[in-house]
């Protein structure tokens, strides 16, 4: 076992002890300083990305409507308006059963 005799050593004694203080002191402050800028930077942060969200969700509720077309009569020279929704698929508008191609076998 070691054992440091603190009476006898004079390193822990007059200037070196003081400006060994002062180094402690320095450091701490800085230490602290650092921490508050870290926070700062932190609430910042999460105040931005608040607005950033609550832009998001205002737009996200006046974002346009796609106009829906409504089913208006057949023109006048036979032809019905169609509109691609997806892949193969098409809807009609202008015609109904009741006016459209004869649908009877036969």
Not at 5 to 14: A, C, I, K, V
Not at 64 to 87: F, K, L, N, S, Y
Request: net charge positive.
């Amino acid at each position: 076992m070691i054992r440091v005799d603190f009476r006898s050593s004079p390193s822990l004694r007059g200037p070196k002890a003081v400006l060994a203080v002062l180094a402690a002191v320095a450091g701490l402050l800085l230490a602290a300083v650092a921490a508050l800028f870290a926070a700062a930077t932190v609430v910042v942060v999460a105040v931005v990305g608040t607005a950033l969200l609550g832009l998001a969700a205002v737009a996200g509720r006046f974002r346009r409507q796609p106009v829906r077309r409504t089913a208006g009569p057949m023109r006048d020279d036979g032809v019905i308006e169609a509109h691609r929704v997806g892949g193969h698929q098409w809807v009609a508008y202008g015609w109904s059963d009741s006016n459209g191609p004869d649908t009877r076998a036969g």
